[in-house]
């Protein structure tokens, strides 16, 4: 069996902080794939720059990789394909879906492409029906391909499309998202047209049916379902009104809460509170090869689960055993441009083609680089295998020297890596500390570069650690103002190696102490407690959904399932940060500083409130939007989301509400009245205590 697997793993390097994956002897991407059991995985959302891939994701053991990063945005979207050389090896690779950008630098693989490189069968753009923007002006179609949404592989026996499809997370985005689905459909169109059958698999972020919405059960919603224009798309292009198979939900037709995708914001996972947009998809000449497929819903690291498709070995057509192997390893298969390297492991594998990582310059440049050494020197112990990039500069006097390929000497890409290399030390902390929310908090990078230059100046620098360090506890210390309920949430999932937000406050700890020494004005006699009540989905300190939040503040990124109902709520009204932790830490330890321990005593914690409905002990939450409410605490009803939770009566009849989730209780936190905005916004909907707009899909 022959099994395919997608997973929108929500940052790369956070999935290995998951059990089973952190307790891997082999904790790296080669452990992750072999450890999924399949021969070829598709991941979405890796959230990695160019500048993050170390050789343990670029070259893992036996996998050829292929990546493809945002051209801007970087550290946001993204997709990667691994494949098993010991299964097959694609014939060709690219990326993007229209063939637009192939042209360009800015890509993965530096131009020109040859005609034998390329998979082709591009569609015409003028054939295309493309949406206006949403202010009116022509859309350009190579936008498409500007985000690092696709990587496409031709095996041969099938076209494979790995896809990060777009959210919608604003209205303003439905043309792109619209824009994109049409073009990826005359795309395969095109394809099947010259006779290729064709495999997507990724995160399609469209819900096909009311059965693929933890809200299909709820009257009013399955009845509105299909007015989404993209849901609509979607169904006529499956069978049985258009020919595409949608193969895990033809294994299993009519099971419910088969999802691939929950909002973490609002801890939807527990209740099964999901979507299912996720998907593979097949053409119908695919058929006799397909076994079945299925979702991998106890496998966690994300907010999406893995979802697979496995193929038969082999088939019989016309009284002939038919082998996959066979078809997909071609004796005829076009050579690979890419060069290979005498120290390369050695493999009866044919070689990629030249879009593999592997050739990337980041990997093939330093290897360039020894081999001319070599030829002088001769050595005779094999290096570079277990060095990382960054003691390149220090090693390499040279390689900016060396020659590369005559066409892509000092293309972008190399430019941009000569520059991190001389600047080792600034460039690195990237590695250490890889929290997401880190990555986007100028106040991290601030201190990231703080202690990167504290330690280029003591000399440090060329000791880095690897990234691999980042997982090691050295953190004994660091726990100890973590608060309890942290770690219960933690315990779900998370094998707990090191928090990535605890090393986070850990490196700002320096500056903690010197902020809480200026808001020592601002600590309030209401926090009292050195553990504040918190409640697992809001105090996870390090899920990978917090990096979409704090980077939803800087207003690019895609928000988790698009269809959840309550997208609102989970923009508007946030969970607590790093940022907000970091803020609670300060006071907390302004506090201790200036009144003494024995101040802190005579504060309880403050007593949930009851909701009406459940007469339940309410959780807090705060504002994270910006806005006058923003910082500001709040309280809502404690029961779990679900179908038919109360969303307020303008979004849910009263009729579909299911009392046994969440119902609309909302009280603003009284601790905080002096800072209290009008009513207004309260309007005892929590909806609306953020003040935004609609929710997108
Ligand atoms: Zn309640």
């Given at each position: 069996m022959m099994r395919i697997l997608t997973w929108n793993v929500n940052v790369l390097r956070t999935v290995l902080d998951y059990h089973p994956f952190s307790s891997l002897p082999n904790k790296n991407v080669e452990g992750l794939l072999e450890e999924l059991k399949a021969d070829i995985i598709c991941f979405q959302e890796h959230k990695t720059r160019r500048q993050q891939l170390d050789r343990s994701m670029a070259c893992p053991g036996p996998f050829d990789a292929f990546w493809t990063f945002p051209r801007s945005k970087l550290g946001y979207s993204g997709v990667c394909t691994y494949v098993d050389s010991r299964v097959c090896v694609p014939l060709r690779a690219e990326e993007g879906i229209t063939g637009l950008l192939l042209s360009e630098p800015g890509g993965t693989m530096k131009p020109p492409w040859t005609a034998e490189e390329k998979i082709g069968c591009y569609p015409d753009m003028d054939d295309v029906q493309l949406d206006d923007e949403f202010d009116g002006t022509p859309f350009d179609p190579r936008s498409l391909d500007v985000e690092g949404r696709a990587v496409v592989l031709d095996f041969g026996l099938f076209?494979?499309?790995?896809?990060?499809?777009?959210?919608?997370?604003?209205?303003?985005?439905?043309?792109?998202?619209?824009?994109?689905?049409?073009?990826?459909?005359?795309?395969?169109?095109?394809?099947?047209?010259?006779?290729?059958?064709?495999?997507?698999?990724?995160?399609?972020?469209?819900?096909?049916?009311?059965?693929?919405?933890?809200?299909?059960?709820?009257?009013?919603?399955?009845?509105?379902?299909?007015?989404?224009?993209?849901?609509?798309?979607?169904?006529?292009?499956?069978?049985?009104?258009?020919?595409?198979?949608?193969?895990?939900?033809?294994?299993?037709?009519?099971?419910?809460?088969?999802?691939?995708?929950?909002?973490?914001?609002?801890?939807?996972?527990?209740?099964?509170?999901?979507?299912?947009?996720?998907?593979?998809?097949?053409?119908?000449?695919?058929?006799?090869?397909?076994?079945?497929?299925?979702?991998?819903?106890?496998?966690?690291?994300?907010?999406?689960?893995?979802?697979?498709?496995?193929?038969?070995?082999?088939?019989?057509?016309?009284?002939?055993?038919?082998?996959?192997?066979?078809?997909?390893?071609?004796?005829?298969?076009?050579?690979?441009?890419?060069?290979?390297?005498?120290?390369?492991?050695?493999?009866?594998?044919?070689?990629?083609?030249?879009?593999?990582?592997?050739?990337?310059?980041?990997?093939?440049?330093?290897?360039?680089?020894?081999?001319?050494?070599?030829?002088?020197?001769?050595?005779?112990?094999?290096?570079?295998?277990?060095?990382?990039?960054?003691?390149?500069?220090?090693?390499?006097?040279?390689?900016?020297?060396?020659?590369?390929?005559?066409?892509?000497?000092?293309?972008?890409?190399?430019?941009?890596?000569?520059?991190?290399?001389?600047?080792?030390?600034?460039?690195?902390?990237?590695?250490?500390?890889?929290?997401?929310?880190?990555?986007?908090?100028?106040?991290?990078?601030?201190?990231?570069?703080?202690?990167?230059?504290?330690?280029?100046?003591?000399?440090?620098?060329?000791?880095?650690?690897?990234?691999?360090?980042?997982?090691?506890?050295?953190?004994?210390?660091?726990?100890?103002?973590?608060?309890?309920?942290?770690?219960?949430?933690?315990?779900?999932?998370?094998?707990?190696?090191?928090?990535?937000?605890?090393?986070?406050?850990?490196?700002?700890?320096?500056?903690?102490?010197?902020?809480?020494?200026w808001s020592v004005p601002k600590a309030k006699p209401k926090a009292k407690e050195p553990s504040p009540p918190r409640f697992p989905q809001t105090s996870l300190p390090s899920t990978p959904k917090q990096a979409s939040q704090v980077g939803s503040l800087l207003g690019e990124m895609d928000e988790p399932p698009d269809t959840v109902q309550d997208e609102l709520f989970a923009q508007a009204l946030a969970e607590e940060d790093a940022e907000v932790e970091a803020e609670r830490a300060r006071e907390r330890e302004a506090r201790n500083q200036a009144a003494g321990s024995q101040w802190a005593s005579m504060f309880a914690p403050k007593k949930a409130p009851l909701c009406t409905v459940h007469q339940h002990p309410c959780k807090d939450f705060i504002v994270k939007v910006q806005g006058p409410n923003k910082g500001k605490r709040f309280w809502l009803c404690s029961k779990p989301v679900g179908p038919g939770y109360d969303m307020g009566r303008s979004k849910r009849p009263r009729e579909d509400v299911d009392p046994r989730y969440r119902c609309n209780f909302f009280l603003w936190d009284s601790a905080n009245s002096q800072r209290e905005v009008p009513r207004r916004l309260g309007g005892g909907s929590s909806i609306s205590a953020g003040g935004t707009n609609d929710p997108g899909v």
């Open positions: 076209v494979l499309f790995n896809l990060y499809c777009p959210n919608e997370t604003n209205e303003q985005r439905r043309p792109y998202k619209m824009n994109f689905l049409r073009t990826l459909q005359a795309r395969v169109d095109a394809l099947v047209a010259a006779g290729r059958e064709v495999i997507i698999a990724g995160d399609i972020n469209v819900m096909r049916a009311p059965l693929d919405s933890g809200e299909g059960g709820v009257k009013t919603t399955a009845e509105q379902h299909y007015e989404h224009p993209a849901r609509v798309w979607l169904d006529s292009w499956c069978a049985p009104k258009g020919p595409m198979v949608d193969v895990v939900r033809e294994s299993w037709p009519n099971r419910e809460g088969m999802f691939t995708c929950w909002n973490q914001k609002i801890d939807a996972r527990p209740a099964n509170y999901g979507s299912r947009i996720d998907l593979i998809l097949c053409t119908p000449g695919l058929r006799p090869w397909i076994n079945g497929g299925d979702i991998q819903n106890k496998v966690y690291g994300s907010d999406h689960c893995p979802v697979y498709i496995d193929l038969h070995d082999s088939i019989d057509r016309d009284g002939q055993t038919i082998f996959i192997r066979d078809l997909l390893n071609p004796v005829n298969r076009p050579p690979s441009t890419g060069t290979v390297f005498p120290w390369d492991e050695p493999r009866s594998a044919p070689q990629p083609p030249r879009f593999a990582t592997k050739f990337m310059e980041e990997f093939s440049a330093k290897q360039r680089t020894l081999k001319s050494l070599w030829a002088n020197t001769k050595p005779k112990v094999k290096p570079v295998q277990t060095k990382t990039q960054e003691t390149k500069a220090e090693s390499d006097p040279d390689r900016e020297e060396i020659p590369l390929e005559p066409s892509t000497t000092m293309g972008i890409a190399r430019a941009a890596f000569v520059a991190l290399d001389a600047s080792p030390s600034v460039a690195r902390p990237a590695f250490i500390d890889e929290s997401p929310s880190a990555q986007a908090s100028t106040s991290a990078t601030a201190t990231q570069t703080t202690q990167a230059t504290q330690e280029a100046a003591s000399g440090t620098s060329s000791a880095r650690p690897t990234p691999v360090k980042r997982t090691e506890p050295s953190t004994v210390d660091l726990t100890q103002d973590s608060p309890p309920a942290k770690k219960m949430s933690l315990g779900r999932t998370r094998s707990t190696p090191v928090p990535k937000g605890k090393q986070k406050k850990a490196s700002t700890n320096g500056q903690a102490k010197l902020a809480a020494f």
